[in-house]
């Protein structure tokens, strides 16, 4: 399948067949697991935004046995309570190089790239998403990573689009893979 905006829905039996020997999650924080949107305080002290249904689809895939990482060009109060809340202990915060990075994490988890999933929102994601055997753009990513992801969500960054992600994981594992 060709690497272009999803046209295709993200249940498409292309992208099942794509997501079924998928054994990592790596998402983007803000515009991924966020709208986007960067709040603060008189104080300056930052907070954003999670959605629930988001948490419950990464708590779903990682007791589905896939390990769920996260790579952010920033790093915030907000984000590591929310990564702490969800248990996800695999987080490269503050990742100028975000391919660095993700060549880190495959090192560390000794887990292929044919066998990676990401999901990103803006140009800073596409060294993640270029090596990723399944990549997802969300539905308001920036048009510029259009070209480098196999499907795109219907739903926006931080209103549920990461759960739709890993309702499609969570399918392909479930008819085996
Ligand atoms: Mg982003």
């Known amino acids: ?31 991924v697991m966020t709208d986007g949107q960067i709040h603060y305080d008189a104080d300056g002290r930052e907070f954003k935004s999670f959605h629930v249904r988001d948490g419950y689809g990464i708590v779903a895939v990682r007791k589905a046995g896939i390990e769920v990482a996260v790579i952010s060009g920033r790093g915030s109060g907000a984000t590591a309570g929310r990564l702490r809340d969800l248990g996800i202990t695999r987080a490269y915060l503050e990742a100028g190089d975000k391919a660095a990075a993700l060549a880190a994490l495959l090192h560390d988890t000794g887990i292929p790239a044919t066998a990676l999933a990401a999901v990103g929102d803006d140009a800073p994601d596409r060294p993640v ?8 753009a969300v539905a308001d990513a920036h048009p510029g990573i259009h070209d480098c992801v196999h499907a795109r969500t219907r739903l926006p960054g931080g209103r549920g689009a990461v759960r739709e992600v890993c309702d499609l994981l969570l399918r392909a594992s479930v008819r085996g893979r």
Request: proline share 8%; aromatic share 0%.
């Open 1 to 31: 399948m060709a690497r272009r905006a999803g046209r295709p829905p993200l249940l498409g039996p292309g992208l099942l067949r794509r997501a079924r020997g998928i054994r990592m999650l790596v998402l983007d924080v803000d515009g």
């Open 129 to 136: 998403l270029e090596r990723a055997a399944l990549a997802v």
